[in-house]
């Protein structure tokens, strides 16, 4: 398959600072997504509050993933996100799932709290909720050419090469003092979407170190036909690509973690609609489901260049990846919102249902 190279800016203003991307389009539709599944599920009776309030819950999530997303990703992926001028720059990029997840949980408290209403059927509304979003997300970071998967052969199914992977970059001679943007561009123009005449007004003068960029070098060089079929041979003698051929682990966790997961969220909550499972369950399931299909595609999904440090394997602990590590922690939720007891009305644990 070849990479499709997509903008990851979806809508460019002229003339501001500002522009539409992909990566925050997805998050929009993600949350309209939910949201319209939250009103359904009040007007069902479902979600214990009317639909007029049903919405609210949206407002409480949105900052509850911006503000865990972020948080988790700095504590767990880039420390230097911890100086308060960098956390703010969410342009940059740096949301975490399961940091979004801890902000969930949270808002989803603060939710209930607010109408008084039990924590663990609004809890199995946002579980209901969130897989659209998940799908989402996962292909603007496809778009993005972020959270690739590690190295695999040409011929398995899916398999290509990322302008975006580092070897890559550093033949186009993308490598160093570019901002995002530039980068983003450039590959543009090696991907033959954009001619670098219709760019170059829009490309930096001067890199991070305030030295002058030397465009005239560069240019020559954005040729990805060129650069993704050089060839090296290998050890035992075989013809091996310089770019890797990679896993796109991006749409496979939007398949499995969002369309997957949701769709078998979904029948479940169809085939006891009648009878609906005991409050919390929903939740339950999808901690489950998503802890099973994060934690196998993590085996394809290449780890974070950070974990690799000091000739690390990118794993953290006990073999497994920061990915792997964090779904645990989902797993145990579940199982604690499983065997927590519930009270009955006379004070006795209630019977499951």
């Known amino acids: 398959m070849d990479f499709p190279a997509w903008d990851p800016v979806l809508v460019d203003i002229p003339f501001l600072p500002i522009a ?15 949201q319209w599944i939250f009103v359904r599920l009040a007007r069902s009776g479902f979600f214990p509050v009317s639909p007029e309030r049903a919405p609210d819950l949206i407002f409480y999530c949105v900052f509850g993933v911006m503000l865990g997303g972020r948080t988790g990703y700095a504590l767990f992926y880039d420390q230097s996100l911890l100086n308060p001028l960098q956390f703010l720059q969410v342009w940059k990029g740096g949301l975490a799932f399961h940091g979004g997840l801890a902000g969930v949980v949270v808002a989803v408290w603060l939710f209930c709290r607010r109408y008084q209403i039990g924590w663990a059927r609004a809890a199995d509304t946002a579980a209901l909720g969130v897989c659209p979003g998940i799908l989402a997300v996962r292909c603007a970071n496809f778009i993005n050419g972020e959270l690739y998967g590690r190295a695999t052969s040409p011929d398995t199914w899916g398999a290509m090469q990322f302008p975006t992977d580092p070897v890559a970059l550093g033949h186009l001679g993308l490598r160093g003092g570019l901002t995002m943007r530039d980068r983003e561009l450039c590959i543009q123009v090696a991907c033959g979407k954009r001619d670098f005449a219709d760019v170059q007004a829009q490309l930096s003068q001067v890199d991070d170190r305030g030295a002058a960029i030397p465009w005239d070098v560069i240019e020559p060089r954005l040729n990805w036909e060129a650069v993704s079929a050089m060839t090296r041979t290998g050890e035992n003698g075989a013809i091996e690509h310089l770019v890797p051929f990679r896993h796109p682990s991006q749409l496979y966790e939007g398949l499995g973690e969002g369309l997957l997961v949701g769709l078998a969220l979904w029948l479940i909550y169809a085939l006891t609609k009648s009878k609906p499972l005991r409050a919390g369950k929903y939740a339950a399931i999808f901690l489950l489901g998503y802890a099973i299909a994060r934690f196998s595609l993590e085996f ?30 989902m797993v145990i939720g579940a199982l604690l919102i499983l065997c927590w007891p519930r009270k009955s009305a006379s004070g006795s644990p209630a019977s499951p249902s």
């Open 20 to 34: 539409i991307r992909w990566y925050g389009m997805m998050y929009v539709v993600g949350f309209i997504c939910a």
């Open 300 to 329: 394809v999904r290449k780890p974070d260049d950070q974990f690799y440090e000091g000739g690390s394997d990118g794993t953290v602990l006990m073999g497994m990846t920061m990915g792997q590590t964090l779904t645990v922690g």
